[in-house]
């Protein structure tokens, strides 16, 4: 069974940066697209971007350049670096295995990370 | 902003049949498969249906999905307790080179 879970600090300082990260288990990392979606609270899902093994990356343009995708396939994981953030960014962070750009079937258990001072 | 529209709320009797609409255009529902998801509070969201019309393995057939142009739709029929959830469309906005989600439906009984 495909396992993600997400990890990282739960709380980040307006204009610091946000990271976080995807350890993948029970399927190559090597083997698919992978993808991070953020929820705000009480809201609707918002499509980050994703990344192939080979590194190969696509970004939401509304994100401009703030947002970095990068893997460790030695370490089977993703990672998402957002910058210059503020409390806009406030969101249930997930990442997603990518079967097909329409096909998210596999989903971490989400991390929220809260924006504030 | 998203740029699929959903229904708000559908609110339905136990064992009928609720339909959700997904609203794009012609740069994503019009030339791209559709997915759907269901999320329940607290929880992260389910692949329900796929490639516009194809069930992931163990999801009933009480579930369907459809398109027709610009506009997707998913089916929910016999609709029972665990069926109350937050449900989302989602596909790949061409001219954005993007995914999408839709606004999201939440389904209650009446």
């Known amino acids: 069974q495909v396992h993600l879970q997400e990890s990282g600090p739960g709380l980040v300082r307006p204009s610091e940066t946000l990271s976080l990260t995807c350890t993948v288990s029970?399927?190559?990392?090597?083997?698919?697209?992978w993808t991070w979606i953020r929820q705000p609270p009480g809201k609707g899902l918002e499509w980050l971007g994703y990344?192939?093994?080979?590194?190969?990356?696509t970004y939401n343009p509304s994100l401009g350049s703030r947002l970095t995708i990068s893997v460790d396939s030695s370490k089977s994981q993703f990672s998402l670096t957002l910058t210059s953030v503020t409390a806009a960014d406030t969101a249930f962070y997930y990442c997603?295995?990518?079967?097909?750009?329409?096909?998210?079937?596999?989903w971490g258990r989400g991390t929220l990370v809260t924006v504030s001072s | 902003q998203s740029v699929l529209t959903q229904p708000p709320s559908i609110s339905a009797a136990p064992g009928q049949k609720v339909t959700i609409s997904c609203s794009g255009s012609?740069?994503?529902?019009?030339?791209?498969?559709v997915s759907w998801y269901q999320q329940f509070p607290g929880t992260a969201p389910k692949l329900l249906v796929y490639?516009?019309?194809k069930r992931p393995s163990g999801i009933p057939d009480r579930f369907s999905g459809s398109k027709s142009g610009t506009s997707a739709t998913l089916d929910i029929t016999g609709l029972q307790t665990g069926d109350e959830a937050d449900y989302y469309c989602?596909?790949?906005?061409?001219?954005?080179?993007?995914?999408?989600f839709g606004t999201g439906t939440k389904v209650t009984f009446l």
């Open positions: 997603a295995r990518v079967a097909t750009v329409t096909r998210l079937d596999y």
């Open positions: 029970g399927a190559s990392i090597d083997s698919s697209y």
């Open positions: 990344i192939f093994y080979s590194g190969s990356t």
């Open positions: 012609s740069s994503n529902i019009g030339k791209n498969y």
């Open positions: 490639d516009t019309d």
């Open positions: 989602g596909t790949w906005d061409s001219s954005l080179s993007a995914g999408v």
